[in-house]
C-alpha cells in the first residue's frame, strides 16, 4: 500500500488499567496526553527529538518504541517507509502506572494509520490486535485507542482482542498522585503468584462485576468496587509507599487503587454540590486532601497531585497537509 501523507500529527491519552479488581482487563483513559508528529523522508534514517517526559532517556533512533509500533503497522499492511523524523511533546510520566508505552504503541500505530493512503487498512480492531501484541495485554491499549473506560478481552476461540467501552457516571473525578520513583511493569508483574485461591478468583469476579454498575451507575459503590485480591497487596513489597497511601485513602473513605503497575495511585473521587447554574459550588469530595496530609505528615516528597478528568476521544491523529481527522 502506498503512503497517503507525508506528514502526521498525533495525540494519545494516558490511561489507567486495573482499576482494582479489572486486572489485565478494565482501563480508562485519563486527560494527560503525549502528542507527537511523524515526518516520512524520502531517504533512510530515523531521527527522533523528545521533549518532556522521558527526554535523555528513550532511544533516539529505531529502537523508539513510538518507531518500533509505525513500522509494525506499516509492515502489516505492506506500506513502505523508509526513514522519518519524530517529535514526542510527552506528559505521561513514564514507568508510573499511567500507560505510557501503551500511549506510545498506540501512538505508533495511528501514525501509521493517518500515513497510509486507505485508513481502514488500521482500522480499531486491527489497531488494538497489534498494540495488544506488542504491550502484552490490552487493559492500556483499549482506552488510549478507544477512550473512556473499556473492558477487554482475547476471544478464546480465535484470540482475537475485544474491547467494549463502558459508561463512566459525570460524578467520578480521577486523581492521579504520582511518586517521584519509577517501577517498570515487566517488575511489578515478576512478583505476582502463579496460582490464586478460588475464594480470591470468586471475591473478585463479584467486585469487577459491581465495578462496572459502580464506574457507570452508582458511584456511591466505587469503594467496595474497587477491592482487590490479585495484584495490589501481592506488589506491597516493590511500592510500599503507594499501597501505604491506598490504606490510608480507603480508611477515610476514598476509593483508591494503585494505577496500573504502579507506583501511582489513582483516587476515584466524587463530585458533589451543584455542579451548574450561576451559584455553583463544585468540589471534589474526597476527603482526599486530608488523607494525603494524614499519608504524608503534609511534606509530600517528591508525589504529584493531579486532578483529572476521563478523556473520551482516545488516540486522534490528523495529517497535516491536509488537516483532515481520520482516527
Ligand atoms: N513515549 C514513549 N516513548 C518511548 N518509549 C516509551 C514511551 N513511553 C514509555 N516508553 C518505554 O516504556 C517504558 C515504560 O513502560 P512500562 O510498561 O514499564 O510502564 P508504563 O507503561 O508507564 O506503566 P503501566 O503499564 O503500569 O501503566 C519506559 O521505560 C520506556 O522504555
Ligand atoms: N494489568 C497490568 C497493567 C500495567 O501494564 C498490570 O497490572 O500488570
Redesign the pocket.
Known amino acids: 500500500m502506498r503512503l497517503g501523507a507525508d506528514h502526521v500529527r498525533v495525540r494519545v491519552p494516558a490511561t489507567s ?2 482499576l482494582g479488581p479489572g ?3 478494565l ?1 480508562v483513559a485519563l486527560t494527560l496526553h503525549d502528542e507527537l508528529e511523524v515526518r516520512a523522508l524520502g531517504t533512510p534514517g530515523v531521527t527522533v527529538e523528545v521533549t518532556g517526559e522521558g527526554a535523555g532517556e528513550v532511544p533516539d533512533d529505531e529502537r523508539h518504541l513510538v518507531v518500533q509500533a509505525l513500522r509494525t503497522a506499516l509492515d502489516h499492511v505492506g506500506a513502505p517507509l523508509t526513514g522519518l523524523h519524530l517529535t514526542c511533546r510527552n506528559a505521561i510520566p513514564h514507568g508510573r ?1 499511567l ?1 505510557s ?2 500511549a506510545a504503541v498506540v501512538a505508533g500505530i495511528v501514525a501509521a494509520r493517518a500515513l497510509v493512503a486507505d485508513p481502514d487498512a488500521l482500522d480499531d480492531d486491527t489497531a488494538l490486535a497489534l498494540a495488544t501484541a506488542m ?3 490490552p ?2 491499549a483499549a482506552p488510549a485507542l478507544l477512550g473512556g473506560a473499556t473492558v477487554a478481552w482475547s476471544d478464546t476461540g480465535t484470540g482475537a482482542v475485544q474491547a467494549a467501552r463502558i459508561a463512566v457516571h459525570d460524578d467520578v473525578v480521577p486523581v492521579a498522585v504520582v511518586p517521584g520513583t519509577h517501577l517498570s ?1 515487566k517488575a ?2 515478576g512478583v ?1 503468584p502463579a496460582t490464586v485461591p478460588h475464594a480470591d478468583a470468586a471475591f473478585q469476579a463479584g467486585r469487577a462485576a459491581l465495578l462496572v454498575e459502580a464506574l457507570g451507575r452508582r458511584p456511591d459503590l466505587l469503594l467496595p468496587a474497587t477491592e482487590d485480591r490479585l ?1 495490589q497487596q501481592q ?1 506491597r513489597a516493590v511500592m510500599r509507599d503507594s499501597l501505604a497511601l491506598v490504606d490510608v485513602l480507603r480508611a477515610a473513605g476514598v476509593a483508591a487503587v ?1 494505577s ?3 507506583p501511582t495511585v489513582l483516587a476515584l473521587a466524587r463530585r458533589t454540590g451543584k455542579t451548574t447554574g450561576p451559584d455553583r459550588v463544585e468540589r471534589v469530595s474526597t476527603d482526599a486532601d486530608d488523607a494525603l496530609t494524614a499519608a504524608f505528615g503534609g511534606v509530600m516528597g517528591g508525589w504529584r497531585i493531579l486532578p483529572l478528568a476521563v478523556d473520551t476521544e482516545g488516540a486522534r491523529a490528523e495529517r497535516v497537509s491536509s488537516s483532515r481527522p481520520i482516527g
Open positions: 488499567a486495573n486486572f489485565d482487563a482501563g502506572g500507560g508505552s501503551a504491550e502484552g495485554h487493559d492500556n511493569t511489578a508483574r505476582l495484584h506488589r494503585v496500573g503497575a504502579g
